[in-house]
């Protein structure tokens, strides 16, 4: 039986469009696009990207000599001193976050600023604090990743190492491998912010701020938490 018009057109549609779809990949890993893994939180189902943040903490507001507190969707993530620099990576799901910086102690003096995750990126800025307000100035967000030179731009020379050399380089990297697996910590309970994701002592008295839907219990090493993409919380040092 003979395929009417509109079933053909549809047929035909489909084809174009898985025509399309491969070439868009072809050409997504000729420019080094999809180098990268994808990283998905199986809670939420959202994909995870890094942010890492680059603060600098203006030592020139007058009257005004305070630590300032940081912290991530209401999770505390450190404490900066003003004239000094505070750096640290996160990892955080796909969409809108706060950035909140507070007067260490009285969270009524206080400032944010939001970031909008999509890809991996880093936040620099500078914080002034003030009596009243803290602000947030000169932000700037640039890719973690630029897009690599092409093969035209960057060529890398081959060099191969003498024998010698190399099976010394070899010994050195099985002593290095045995020395971390005898280091590794012991296994014991921690809490997850599925959110921040960070880890962090049951004690931690971030866990008590942590809303339920973003807490879960981790039992294992630290390094088997950190292998699921978390970071210790730099508070409580887990």
Known sequence: ?????????????????????????????EKG?????????????????TLQLDIWYDPNAVLSVYHADIRVDE???GTVEQGFRFTESLKLDEGAHWLQFNKHG????CGKTMV????DVILT??????LSEMEVADKKITPLHPEPATAAESVTEAVTLPPEETQESTALEKEATASDE?????ERRYILNTNTHRFHNPDCQSVKKMKDKNKQEFYGT?????????QPCSQCNP
Not at 12 to 24: A, R
Not at 37 to 44: E, F, R
Not at 125 to 130: E, I, N, Q, R, T
Not at 222 to 230: P, T
């Open 116 to 119: 909008k995750m999509k890809e």
């Open 106 to 109: 009285d969270p009524s003096v």
């Open 182 to 186: 005898s280091s590794q910590s012991p």
């Open 33 to 49: 696009q999809l180098s990268s893994a994808l990283v998905i939180d199986a809670k939420t189902g959202k994909q995870i990207y």
């Open 1 to 29: 039986m003979l395929m009417n018009n509109h079933d053909y057109l549809k047929r035909l549609l489909s084809v174009g469009l898985v025509c399309l779809t491969v070439l868009m990949v072809l050409v997504g890993c």
């Open 75 to 77: 999770e505390y993530i």
């Open 125 to 130: 800025c500078s914080l002034k604090g003030y």
């Open 222 to 230: 630290r390094e088997a938490a950190m292998d699921e993409g978390y």
